[in-house]
């Protein structure tokens, strides 16, 4: 059963903009008040209401209000008020359990969704990877979403989704811990060469037009080996593990994954798969890719203009692959 996380704030447009504010600084509960023309008590509900949320807010004579500590836990409110307000996605939903992230975007896609809609759970009982693998999710650990996209795109270029949203994680992780990853074609993020996040692109189309894409990403934040199944403590990360600070807040890593994602989604393609390019660990690097039955050899030279693999086989030969898994 799908449960979600209500925020148990009555006025969320009114917590989005106390956040907002106490996030840029202290401020006098008289005059936010005059500013957003509501009576003082109603701004003094709203803070208390946080309060009992976890955050620390604390009112200091000659000082104003000042929010000292914030709880890591994922609202909508707080992701909006760190979101700029042109960013395309503020339609957060936030649930507690689901199913799938994945899922329900696909299916708000299918219902006329716009695009930015973006769905996170603080655990999934089938989260998944590519092929239908499991994907492993710790409740108040990691950070598990899917956010739905509707560019003009043909559909053979739906993976480029993929590489986008990889480099934008590697380019949040790097601005909030300065941990550096690097990325595994298609769609893992590694540090030491262990998977940190990964990524699942799912897209809908119709003739020769992309009607739809949704791209889910988990990623590892808190969690210790522990909290890894033992098949998958060898080969699995977080960004705690890593050395990134133990006060490092889901919500601000949400924020400025959604702020990296939208800027590489408006910036143009050549720039995006350089970057991606310097950050992938096979550039230039002799390959084994099982593609369905085949298995091919090569060298990863390049990455196409719909995001299909080049490959320079040993005899010179140049392969292209649309799909397949680094063994």
Request: glycine fraction near 8%.
């Amino acid at each position: 059963m799908t449960n979600p996380l209500n925020n148990p704030a009555p006025r969320p447009d009114l917590d989005e903009e106390l956040l907002r504010r106490l996030f840029q600084g202290p401020l006098v509960l008289e005059q936010v008040a005059h500013d957003l023309l509501l009576p003082p008590e109603q701004v003094r509900q709203s803070l208390q209401e946080l309060s009992r949320l976890g955050y620390q807010i604390t009112t200091f004579p000659h000082r104003g209000i000042i929010l000292q500590h914030s709880p890591d836990i994922l609202i909508a409110d707080e992701t909006r008020a760190r979101l700029p307000e042109n960013i395309f996605a503020r339609q957060l939903r936030i649930f507690k359990e689901t199913r799938s992230t994945n899922d329900l975007v696909f299916q708000a896609g299918v219902q006329g969704a716009l695009e930015g809609f973006c769905v996170l759970a603080e655990s999934q009982t089938h989260g998944r990877g590519r092929n239908g693998r499991c994907w492993q999710t710790t409740a108040g650990k990691g950070l598990y979403l899917s956010l739905l996209f509707r560019p003009s795109w043909p559909p053979e270029r739906a993976a480029c989704l993929t590489y986008l949203t990889s480099v934008a994680f590697c380019r949040a992780a790097a601005r909030l811990t300065g941990i550096r990853c690097g990325i595994k074609w298609p769609n893992d993020v590694l540090y030491q060469n262990k998977k940190i996040a990964g990524i699942l692109t799912e897209a809908r189309s119709q003739a020769s037009r992309l009607e739809f894409a949704v791209v889910g990403i988990g990623i590892n934040v808190h969690q210790q080996p522990g909290d890894f199944p033992e098949d998958l403590r060898a080969r699995a990360l977080s960004l705690g593990m890593a050395g990134a600070a133990a006060n490092l807040r889901r919500a601000e890593l949400l924020a400025v994954l959604l702020e990296e994602t939208l800027r590489l989604y408006r910036a143009p393609w050549e720039d995006l798969r350089t970057e991606w390019k310097s950050l992938c660990l096979s550039t230039g690097q002799p390959l084994r890719i099982q593609c369905g039955r085949r298995i091919v050899e090569g060298q990863m030279i390049d990455i196409e203009e719909n995001g299909h693999l080049v490959l320079r086989l040993p005899d010179g030969k140049i392969e292209v692959i649309n799909s397949g898994e680094i063994l």
